[in-house]
């Protein structure tokens, strides 16, 4: 069985790579050529722990190529994975879906044997059945092409494990047949025990954007309790401990902080409120609403708490560490740490920026930040410091090791990683979201009204 991946940004290379792990022959396509010719040196263009090694073994091996013809990969496949980027529509919270209908369309018309279509991609319920009839519409005469879907699941830092030994394997198909064509596909995984659920295609698309939805809930869940425990006091991570030792809530993802961000949390809960209203159910997405404000209001809110540190933002000089939207990755879409700098830019702040993988794909966002290759250099001449990522190098962090480093002794913990009596103890000022361990000469005036801070005051 011979494998095409159409797309190969972090979805769609994760993927190639990984099927040639599995043992099958894959030919990756892309209409960036210079993406192409990246890939086929072995080289990735976006860092992912595990990745590269994969990419370059199967790229030596020849089990992994990459091409950005449409007419080869039509010849040569007979599973074509379709994992192209379904972005936020500019004005709109909806998907644009003109990637995967370009994708789905050249496909059907240049599949010249009987195959499977296989989306990967985030949609919106509904797609598949319309792409079904795209390609019924504009297929070869005498050739047998389908579509059936298979959402990802991956995790950022994971992904390589997430795809060889996901949790659960979804697909959304028409016919027994092409079930087991993607049992096939995944016969080592489910040879390992990994649950395979087998339903229709509304099911399959709506499976991530659940997944997703629900996450988000419970971030932004303990992020509104954090607001109310920095008014009437009390300590967030204690009372995520507590509620998260009952089973049917859990511990995880109860993390109070700076919020979620990242290229698919933030645009799938607006993507699935866009579709909703489509279907004439704005009601009941409407809650996604005001989690995306929760969200936004907590990176507002280190904004104010900085001013509140320093009396002042003009002309002040501040670190912030970390601003990829998660540790282990590059990735700085829709990334509260890189917001939140450049909001302090815009309000007079000198602003140093270190992160260990981030700085480059953030200085194309923000090219106006000061980027410095080490936190040594950051934090040099810093009156405050803000870790806004929890990469193991700021949770290792000591009020020691860093007094070395900077003059400051201010520091926000936008991820609630560090133990704030130790810093405390140490004779710094340490501020957070959901607790209060301020030295009594430093507690900041903080009422209701300072906390509804305007979440478009963040961009």
């Known amino acids: 069985m011979r ?4 797309g190969t ?3 769609g290379a994760t993927h190639a790579a990984c099927m040639a792990e599995l043992g099958f022959e894959v030919l990756g396509l892309d209409v960036d050529p210079a993406r192409v010719v990246s890939l086929s040196q072995g080289r990735l263009p976006f860092h992912e722990p595990g990745l590269p090694e994969l990419l370059k073994k199967h790229v030596e091996s020849g089990r992994l190529r990459f091409t950005t013809s449409y007419q080869e990969a039509g010849a040569w496949g007979d599973v074509h994975f379709v994992g192209v980027g379904t972005p936020q529509l500019p004005g709109s919270g909806a998907a644009d879906m003109s990637f995967v209908e370009s994708a789905v369309l050249s496909l059907a018309q240049n599949i010249s044997k009987d195959s499977l279509i296989v989306g990967k991609s985030t949609v919106p319920v509904g797609t598949a059945r319309r792409l079904r009839e795209i390609i019924r519409e504009n297929k070869r005469p005498g050739v047998s092409v389908d579509i059936a879907w298979n959402p990802e699941f991956l995790r950022e830092g994971f992904a390589v494990a997430d795809t060889l030994a996901p949790d659960r394997l979804v697909i959304g198909v028409a016919s027994p047949e092409h079930e087991s064509v993607l049992r096939q596909v995944y016969a080592a995984a489910i040879a390992d025990g990994v649950p395979l659920i087998a339903t229709d295609f509304e099911t399959a698309e709506l499976v991530k954007v659940a997944a997703n939805a629900f996450l988000a809930t419970k971030i932004s869940f303990i992020n ?9 006091g009390g300590d967030i991570r204690t009372l995520a401990d507590a509620i998260g030792l009952d089973e049917r809530i859990g511990r995880r993802f109860l993390n109070a902080g700076v919020g979620f961000g990242g290229g698919c949390l933030p645009k799938d809960i607006r993507a699935l409120q866009a579709r ?5 159910l704005e009601r009941s997405m409407r809650f996604l609403q005001e989690m995306d404000q929760i969200n936004l209001r907590r990176r507002a809110r280190v904004v104010w708490l900085s001013r509140s540190m320093l009396g002042s933002l003009s002309q ?3 670190a912030v560490l970390g601003i990829t939207f998660k540790p282990d990755s590059d990735d700085v879409r829709d990334s509260p740490g890189l917001d939140i700098a450049n909001k302090l830019f815009e309000d007079g702040a000198e602003v140093t920026v270190y992160d260990p993988a981030g700085n480059a794909n953030a200085h194309r966002r923000f090219p106006h930040l000061n980027y410095l290759g080490s936190l040594r250099d950051a934090v040099k001449n810093a009156e405050l410091v803000l870790v806004l990522t929890e990469w193991e190098e700021f949770k290792a962090l000591t009020p020691e090791s860093l007094a070395a480093l900077t003059p400051a002794r201010k520091i926000i913990d936008g991820r609630n990683i560090l133990e704030h009596s130790i810093w405390d103890d140490a004779g710094w000022s340490i501020g957070s979201l959901g607790r209060r361990y301020w030295p009594a000469r430093n507690v900041p005036s903080q009422d209701a009204a300072q906390l509804e801070v305007s979440s478009g005051s963040v961009p």
């Open 276 to 280: 909703a209203g489509e279907l004439g």
């Open 9 to 11: 940004g972090y979805l």
């Open 3 to 6: 494998i095409t991946v159409i």
């Open 316 to 318: 002040r000089n501040i």
């Open 224 to 232: 509104a309790f954090s607001e109310l425990t920095e008014i009437a």
